[in-house]
């Protein structure tokens, strides 16, 4: 997980509604502060999290 | 192999699974409305038991599992392994699979394209995931977050039933979540542009493995 990459999802996730969720097969349910947890501590959720969040916003760019 | 026969396996035993057993209701009511013969595996019957029971004895062409997984294994009520490479996958040569499990598509998945030129295996190459609503946890088919997540995933299981291809089926369900990205993508509702990064990580995960051409018409 690279620091710009982190940093560039948990502003994001500050920015989620309190009462969305993400729901992640057989690892459960997660607010957002629990996934600013997870990213801020590098976990593997944290790091499926970034991943997901980095494929999107590259996605989204080439769209551009 | 019956063709009228759908067997649909619905765990619930946590949130996650909760949803997808709600939503498959869904492809369940088509079903019945299209004179299939559904074999419901529903909770305590989501077993490995009554899978391989079931199977032996009704022989469906096409299977909808709705349950954890991991590359090597579909599983059922309360994490039992239904499905287990190495085990019983060959249960699934030449059927129509479609797995709301999450890696199953890498390993069990690529077995079944192996295993037969007339099957086909769509599932998912990584972590399966959606977004709900905490308001709407105990109403599951009102969660206008989830929705976008589960109706693109049961167009896969009703496009099939209504005799299309699983290249087809695929493709529609595709369609749907380009559809859904866009609208969240453009929506300027706080969340919603995150929320179409994780259907795109859905659509970007959504793997065929095996025949596109199978269909129950064939």
């Known amino acids: 997980m690279k620091g710009a990459e982190k940093e560039i999802v948990l502003e994001r996730l500050k920015t989620l509604p309190s009462n969305m969720r993400l729901m992640i097969g057989g690892e459960g349910k997660f607010d957002k502060n629990q996934m600013m947890h997870e990213v801020e501590n590098e976990s593997e959720i944290g790091e499926l999290i970034v991943q997901i969040y980095m494929n999107g916003i590259r996605s989204f760019k080439d769209t551009i | ?218």
């Open chain 2, 1 to 218: 192999m019956h063709k009228e026969n759908f067997l649909v396996t619905r765990a619930d035993h946590d949130d996650m699974t909760h949803y997808l057993f709600v939503w498959t209701g869904e492809v369940i009511d088509f079903a019945k409305r299209k004179g299939f013969k559904v074999i419901d595996l529903a909770r305590e019957r989501a077993t490995r038991a009554q899978f391989v029971s079931v199977v032996s004895d009704k022989d469906p062409k096409f299977i909808l599992f709705n349950g954890h997984g991991k590359p090597e294994r579909i599983t059922g009520q309360d994490g039992e392994n239904v499905v287990v490479l190495g085990e019983n996958h060959d249960i699934l040569k030449s059927r129509i699979i479609y797995a709301r499990s999450c890696w199953a598509a890498q390993g069990l998945g690529k077995k079944c394209e192996e295993m037969s030129e007339d099957g086909c295996f769509i599932g998912y190459s990584m972590t399966y995931i959606f977004i709900a609503d905490n308001n709407c946890m105990s109403r599951p088919l009102k969660d206008e977050l989830a929705r976008p997540f589960m109706e693109s995933s049961n167009i896969i299981p009703i496009s099939i039933l209504k005799g299309n291809s699983t290249k087809e089926a695929m493709g529609k369900s595709e369609k749907k979540m380009r559809e859904c990205i866009e609208f969240f993508e453009s929506s300027g509702m706080p969340g919603h542009a995150d929320v179409s990064f994780f259907l795109k990580w859905n659509l970007d995960n959504q793997t065929i493995c095996g025949n596109p051409e199978a269909s129950l018409d064939n």
